[in-house]
């Protein structure tokens, strides 16, 4: 009987206290950061969560880890914006739930791109980010050519935290470049390869057609021939802060070594940041005499290339007239 008595009294005991760790709690306004560092003990975390009013008492903590023995607190940052039982808590840190945010970085897009979706996450200001990015210091041995951070800030998915600055961000993206970089075992130069593979990755939609469009651009190199890349130009603007979304016939004569339209060979550096496929195309372009390459008008993203200024201007007229046809 008496071991009944202690069973029962042992069961409400459990029961209450499972009622009272699934009750929830806020003690703070909108939001609150919690950041636990490695090493920290149970009762310390205990501690700062109590302090800073995700939970009513550090004993709630502690009595939650009686309701989940074996679990490992995990340290980061964690990020308490609504109301949660301890055990939710505890369960949270113990999975290592941890505030980030999610940066995604499309190929093709440059570091003024990567600065505006930075901003847009309210980590830091654009202008901040391209800042760092215009510094190749941390390139340099890699690229001793390289004029800015452009073309290594690798395209991927990354996650910061409150505490990543712009010039970690960009340690971060250019070290995924130089993963990547080892892994195609490139023979070639970095800086000449990078460059054209942004020119690629700007001026193709379609992976099938890269190598094609690598092997324009080197056709033209091999001849002396200029590059006439709109992007190009594009990106001359951006560097002075003058692209308004056209091309304008200014932009066009302008006198600046990134205008392809004025100056043969490549531009000084890249002028986006090209994916692993504009890499493959200019490390191995198609086996192609093309000289000349325009968007066909079937809206397919495709392109018709050809081989001579006669042919390019017949593909010219039917891109032209599909697009009078498609506007009627």
Not at 181 to 196: D, K
Not at 309 to 324: S, W
Request: charged share 20%.
């Amino acid at each position: 009987m008496k071991t009944v008595r202690i069973l029962a009294v042992a069961a409400l005991a459990l029961a209450f206290l499972i009622f009272w760790h699934a009750r929830t709690y806020q003690g703070f306004a909108d939001e609150v950061f919690v950041d636990i560092p490695r090493g920290a003990s149970t009762g310390g975390i205990a501690r700062m969560l109590a302090s800073a009013g995700v939970v009513r008492s550090r004993w709630d903590i502690l009595a939650a880890r009686l309701l989940a023995p074996g679990r490992v607190l995990q340290a980061g940052e964690y990020r308490f914006h609504q109301a949660a039982s301890p055990l939710e808590v505890y369960n949270r840190i113990a999975r290592g739930d941890v505030f980030y945010y999610e940066l995604i970085v499309p190929e093709g897009r440059n570091m003024f791109d990567i600065g505006a979706a930075v901003e847009k996450l309210g980590l830091f200001k654009a202008g901040e980010f391209v800042a760092a990015a215009r510094n190749p210091a941390s390139i340099r041995d890699l690229d001793p050519a390289a004029p800015t951070l452009e073309g290594y800030l690798f395209p991927n998915t990354y996650r910061l935290s409150r505490h990543t600055t712009p010039a970690g961000l960009c340690r971060l993206m250019t070290a995924k470049f130089r993963d990547v970089w080892q892994e195609l075992g490139a023979p070639a130069g970095v800086h000449h390869t990078v460059t054209l593979a942004s020119l690629v990755e700007k001026e193709s939609k379609l992976d099938g057609e890269r190598p094609e469009i690598a092997a324009v651009f080197l056709n033209r190199l091999r001849i002396g021939m200029k590059l006439d890349c709109d992007p190009t130009t594009i990106y001359a603007a951006l560097l002075e802060d003058r692209y308004r979304g056209t091309i304008y016939r200014s932009d066009l004569d302008r006198d600046d070594p990134y205008n392809t339209y004025r100056y043969a060979g490549l531009p000084p550096g890249p002028i986006a940041n090209p994916g692993l496929a504009s890499l493959n195309a200019a490390l191995h372009p198609a086996a192609s005499e093309a000289l000349y390459f325009v968007l066909r008008p079937d809206g397919s993203g495709a392109h018709q290339f050809s081989n001579n200024i006669a042919a390019h201007e017949v593909a010219i007229g039917k891109y032209r007239h599909g697009l009078q046809k498609h506007l009627r």
